[in-house]
């Protein structure tokens, strides 16, 4: 993953940036979060673990807001 690339993006863009659709860990998806990478995630969930990793994830967005 281009984490970097993420961090340059989410900088410049003039529009709120969203991923995940693409990430299969909570590790990947906190990496997202605690950079603030990006605005809105988008976990799918046949790639994440399901229902309780992508709730896993939920969690772990509120507790920054």
């Known amino acids: 993953q281009d ?3 993420y961090a ?6 003039p529009i709120r940036l ?3 659709e693409a990430h299969y860990q909570v ?3 906190r990496r997202l979060i605690d ?3 990006v605005a809105v995630l988008q976990p ?3 790639h994440c673990g399901g ?3 992508a709730r896993t ?3 772990c967005r509120s507790a920054t807001i």
């Open 8 to 13: 340059r993006l989410a900088a410049t863009a």
């Open 3 to 5: 984490w970097k690339g």
């Open 18 to 20: 969203a991923a995940g």
């Open 57 to 59: 994830i939920a969690r």
């Open 44 to 46: 799918d969930l046949t």
């Open 35 to 37: 950079g603030r990478r």
């Open 27 to 29: 590790f990947d998806f």
């Open 51 to 53: 229902f309780a990793t």
